[in-house]
């Protein structure tokens, strides 16, 4: 370079340069450039086998549990279960099935075939608690001659009863996969501390296998790396008269009052709850089934078979609590409170307990986020376009 530089500022000056130092010049320069462009063509070389393999690296994939009093086919519980896994963001690593809206004999059954149908055998299906860890059917129901009808009892429901050891009607084929030996409460146990504050625990039903994971082992809630929950009522806004007459009444958290409260009183990092508030916000309606039903995959296919209207009220309980999880920016309100449930075997046995930071007793669990408004079409859209993709590959 020095050499070259000379040679320039000497022509520029107007002062003779002797021809062999030209030729010494010409061939440094000429020297450099091909030097150069070698690196150049390796850089480039390199870029074009790394970048497409760098690009098709799959994005680090959320990973989940979900535990579920699975009733079905279709309805919330199996279309909350369908969109989780349907979401291209997860892993799911196993649904644990607990009694609420069915036994757990019918429930694991209905959702052993959702899993079929839909080509997602690989997800181990993991039986939990079959009763609440207190509460039982005959005292409910004197509980209910001294107090007044529920509206909604879950399996117990008489309606719909029967006894626990039958499967009830299975309209879309009874299952040939089999659940997991595993019980649901090791498997919670043993999936925390092998991927400890990694695995968000998504409870869509009574949370007695929540309370005997922690009873098993303390630790367990601290190893999540959080609680996502559809439970719980405040204050709803409706002229639904489940609600109406009973405002603090929600069938996840009464059907096993005393696990609600175990759980609420654990140390998790977070909660996020989807409360009966902003659920009755929502509503399945026959132009969402069908907009769903026009797609082609196997997911849209179950839906369009199996989810039907069911009376006057048809909330997206369990699908807003999964669908917020995906995308949190659906929430446009939130507010924190602490949360319990009322243990007191009168009235109110199984309400919701609420008290913000100011009110709150010496004794509560961590804080939990409450959602309280949406952007409702926003949700509508993201629930047609999931349960309308095609599943995504284990």
């Known amino acids: ?5 000379a040679a320039t500022d000497a022509g520029i000056r107007g002062v ?5 130092y030209h ?7 000429n020297n450099m450039k091909k030097h150069s462009i070698l690196r150049w063509f390796c850089l480039v070389s390199i870029l074009c086998v790394c970048l497409p393999s760098f690009c098709q690296q799959s994005p680090v994939r959320r990973k989940l549990i979900i535990d579920q009093d699975a009733a079905g086919p279709g309805g919330t519980d199996q279309q909350s279960m369908l969109l989780l896994i349907q979401s291209p963001q997860t892993q799911v690593f196993g649904i644990t ?4 809206d069915g036994w757990l004999k ?3 059954a209905h959702t052993l075939r959702m899993l079929e149908i839909i080509g997602r055998t690989d997800i181990p299906v993991v039986p939990g608690a079959e009763y609440p860890l207190v509460r039982r059917k005959d005292e409910t129901e004197l509980w209910e001659q001294q107090y ?3 509206a909604w009892l879950g399996a117990w429901t008489p309606r719909v009863y029967h006894p626990a050891d039958q499967l009830g009607e299975m309209p879309e084929g009874k299952p040939t996969t089999k659940p997991s030996e595993e019980d649901a409460a090791h498997f919670l146990v043993r999936m925390v501390r092998q991927y400890p504050h990694e695995i968000t625990i998504y409870a869509g039903g009574p949370m007695t296998n929540l309370a005997l994971a922690i009873a098993i082992d303390p630790d367990f809630a601290s190893l999540a790396k959080e609680l996502v929950l559809m439970g719980g009522s405040l204050n709803p806004i409706t002229d639904d008269p489940e609600f109406v007459n009973a405002p603090r009444r929600e069938f996840n958290l009464w059907f096993d009052p005393e696990a609600a409260h175990a759980v609420f009183m654990a140390p998790w990092k977070k909660i996020v709850c989807t409360t009966v508030d902003i659920s009755v916000k929502t509503r399945l309606t026959q132009d969402l089934i069908d907009r769903v039903k026009s797609a082609k995959s196997p997911a849209a296919h179950y839906i369009g078979t199996y989810s039907h209207l069911r009376g006057q009220y048809n909330y997206l309980w369990d699908e807003l609590a999964a669908i917020a999880w995906l995308d949190p920016s659906l929430i446009t309100a939130r507010d924190n409170r602490y949360l319990d449930v009322d243990l007191n075997h009168g009235a109110a046995y199984g309400d919701t307990l609420s008290w913000s930071e100011n009110d709150k007793p010496k004794i509560v669990g961590p804080p939990v986020e ?9 949700f509508y859209q993201e629930f ?3 349960l309308s993709a095609a599943t995504p590959k284990p």
């Open 106 to 108: 019918e429930e694991v």
């Open 16 to 20: 003779g340069v002797p021809p062999r």
């Open 23 to 29: 030729i010494q010049c010409i061939a440094l320069t």
């Open 97 to 100: 099935v607990v009694t609420g």
């Open 148 to 150: 007044g009808a529920v």
């Open 370 to 378: 409450i959602q309280v408004d949406l952007n409702t079409q926003k």
């Open 1 to 5: 370079m020095v050499a070259t530089q």
């Open 384 to 386: 047609v376009d999931l």
